[in-house]
């Protein structure tokens, strides 16, 4: 069973930035893609950012450019680096794996397993 474990979320003013860490265990990290979805109150979940077992990474057009994925040092953490945040990110955001095809990364029901969340509240 793989798990994850997300953490680094809180309140942060506008312009400010956080870095998530989202832990994985009970898995070989290599074997997924890691992603990060968000949750906004009324909202669906919305594709954040992957990184592909590649390396490769993607983001959506809302974060390109302020926001970062990556791989840690340490073993089994993925890292989503926010900057220059926004009032609109403010949300529950959330590390899942997967192994989806280019042109599904950006639908959550590709995705097996699920954190737990962490909220990032980003005020005005």
């Known amino acids: 069973q793989v798990q994850l474990v997300e953490s680094g979320g809180g309140l942060v003013q506008a312009g400010g930035s956080l870095r998530l860490s989202c832990a994985i265990s009970g898995s070989t990290f290599s074997d997924y893609a890691v992603a990060w979805f968000r949750q906004a109150p009324g909202k669906e979940r919305e594709f954040v950012a992957v990184?592909?077992?590649?390396?490769?990474?993607y983001y959506a057009d809302s974060v390109k450019g302020r926001f970062t994925i990556s791989r840690g040092n340490v073993k089994n953490t993925v890292y989503l680096q926010m900057g220059t945040l926004k009032p609109e990110d403010t949300a529950v955001y959330y590390c899942?794996?997967?192994?989806?095809?280019?042109?599904?990364?950006?639908?959550?029901?590709?995705?097996?397993?699920w954190g737990q969340g962490t909220q990032v509240t980003v005020s005005s």
């Open positions: 899942t794996v997967g192994r989806p095809i280019l042109s599904a990364i950006r639908d959550p029901n590709i995705y097996y397993y």
């Open positions: 990184i592909r077992r590649t390396s490769h990474t």
